[in-house]
């Protein structure tokens, strides 16, 4: 078989009318499989302003503002989608994310005897703890089992991903599919204290960084106590948030001494990230961690929550230090070791840069077409 004879069918709750590391992935892939040959057709929800340009044809689910977070759309299933999907006849079927329109796409898949693949961006199940509804995960997980389980394969980010998943026994058949990083974005290089001094700091102020979506399940909690706790011990420093969300009122309410970009994206991402000194990520909710990655690639040493994804991203004492996740003072205690010594800061941030580059899209995503190959030549044969 080959790229040319794939069609595959990509189903997302969220294709581009949000932008996180999730979609830009699905979109960097769909790219990349057009430039292969493969036929790709995206189903997602849409909006009528959506944050970006959709790679590929987007064929629009009907959907209607999630409750409570209005910023996300909740899919019916495939309404909208069945007609086209009979007209398409994809030899693969994708979900990438685990909402009622993945669970519709996996029915239609079994339904019409498609091979049936499910990439893993986000611990789900996990969000449940952050919302005071932690007596709700074993159910989560169940449903998650119930999904993944139909599917020949499933793809994670990263390689303590795949080890949770096998430990939850979602899948036998997990795959790495990881991320990569625009190394001509990213880079020391981009340090700007003309930039700094804009936003009132003092060029040898020490910023602890956070970029992410301003919502609960990114460790904004923990982000903020432990900020608290450097200022309980006089710790001297600045911090930056990068991104915006619907929690955005809830951490300016409780980390005043923050200085707050709202969303960049581009050379001005790359800017506050090369402008900043500490990458501090506290979510324990990641698969993967972009925002690591790039921080990374950005020369900064980072101090994460030891948890899916980062575990695979930070070499513990060498790029970084790795902490048990909700722990203010084990967390305030690594970012003192970075705030008080700038040589530890320049050793970590080396380390962290040399291992970025190991992270190329173009490898990484002809290793999910290689998947893809095997997968349909396979369903073929039955």
Request: contains cysteine.
């Amino acid at each position: 078989m080959e790229p040319s004879d794939l069609r595959v069918a990509l189903f997302s709750g969220n294709y581009n009318y949000v932008k996180d590391g999730a979609n830009q992935a699905l979109n960097r892939l769909t790219a990349h499989m057009l430039s292969r040959g493969v036929n790709m057709r995206i189903y997602s929800p849409t909006v009528p302003q959506p944050a970006f340009p959709a790679t590929g044809d987007l064929v629009s689910i009907r959907s209607v503002a999630l409750p409570g977070r209005d910023e996300y759309r909740f899919g019916f299933g495939l309404v909208g989608a069945h007609r086209d999907l009979r007209r398409y006849r994809p030899n693969i079927v994708h979900i990438a994310s685990p909402d009622v329109i993945g669970h519709r796409a996996a029915h239609w898949a079994g339904a019409h005897d498609v091979p049936l693949v499910a990439s893993v961006h986000t611990r789900f199940e996990t969000y449940f703890r952050y919302y005071k509804l932690g007596w709700a995960q074993p159910l989560g997980e169940a449903i998650l089992r119930r999904l993944y389980g139909k599917c020949e394969e499933i793809y994670a980010p990263s390689q303590s991903m795949v080890e949770v998943l096998r430990e939850q026994h979602m899948n036998p058949n997990v795959h790495i599919w990881s991320r990569g990083i625009d190394h001509d974005l990213y880079g020391p290089e981009r340090r700007d204290l003309e930039w700094r001094r804009s936003l009132g700091i003092d060029d040898a102020d020490v910023v602890i960084l956070f970029v992410g979506r301003l919502v609960l399940e990114k460790g904004l909690g923990t982000f903020a106590e432990t900020l608290r706790a450097l200022d309980r011990r006089g710790q001297r420093y600045r911090a930056m948030f990068v991104g915006d969300g619907p929690a955005g009122d809830w951490i300016r309410e409780r980390a005043p001494q923050g200085i707050f970009t709202g969303f960049l994206g581009g050379t001005d991402l790359a800017c506050a990230y090369a402008s900043a000194d500490i990458m501090f990520n506290p979510s324990s909710t990641e698969t993967f961690g972009n925002v690591t990655l790039e921080a990374m690639a950005s020369g900064l040493p980072v101090v994460a929550a030891r948890a899916t994804g980062s575990t695979s991203l930070v070499a513990e004492g060498e790029s970084g230090l790795l902490t048990t996740p909700d722990d203010v003072e084990e967390s305030a205690d690594a970012l003192c070791t970075y705030l008080n010594d700038p040589q530890a800061r320049a050793c970590a941030g080396e380390v962290g840069r040399a291992r970025s580059r190991a992270y190329d899209w173009t490898h990484i995503n002809d290793g999910l077409l290689q998947r893809y190959l095997a997968v349909a030549s396979k369903g073929t044969s039955r």
